[in-house]
């Protein structure tokens, strides 16, 4: 499901948020932090875990803002997306931890390295969900 204050898709929104992008998140610090991503159910789902204050950071204001954006310099393709809304902490799922971690390091869990593979043993490994109150695709190529 879209969220009702979606502009115009000037490209498949859907394709480009299914490539190994990073999406940059800010929480309110102000902090920014590169993220691995998937985009599923109409949101952005991330892990977080004992490394992090993110949990911490979203008990004590829930908004978030992220943008993903490509810029290829040969062809002047130039996309963007940027989204925002409220942060929510969710139980870790395994099997969404996998699709996220084949979108960015294929299907061989024995090749991946082995920070990814000990995340199912974190017992503080959790889900962070955004679904965006806003969500703006951009095409600023030249």
């Not at 043993?121 to 962070?128: N, R």
């Amino acid at each position: 499901m879209r969220p009702e204050a979606v502009d115009v898709e000037p490209f498949d929104v859907d394709a480009f948020l299914a490539q190994p992008l990073i999406a940059r998140v800010a929480t309110s610090g102000p902090t920014v932090r590169p993220v691995w991503f998937l985009w599923e159910e109409g949101a952005f789902w991330w892990l977080t875990g004992s490394y992090a204050r993110l949990p911490e950071m979203l008990g004590r204001d829930p908004r978030i803002a992220l943008v993903i954006d490509t810029c290829d310099l040969e062809t002047g393709r130039t996309w963007q997306v940027n989204a925002s809304g409220v942060g929510e902490l969710l139980p870790f799922d395994a099997e969404r931890a996998r699709r996220k971690f084949t979108k960015y390091l294929g299907s061989d869990e024995e090749a991946w390295p082995e920070q990814f593979r000990t995340t199912f043993k974190d017992p503080d490994a959790a889900f962070v969900r955004l679904a965006p109150a806003r969500l703006r695709a951009l095409d600023l190529s030249f």
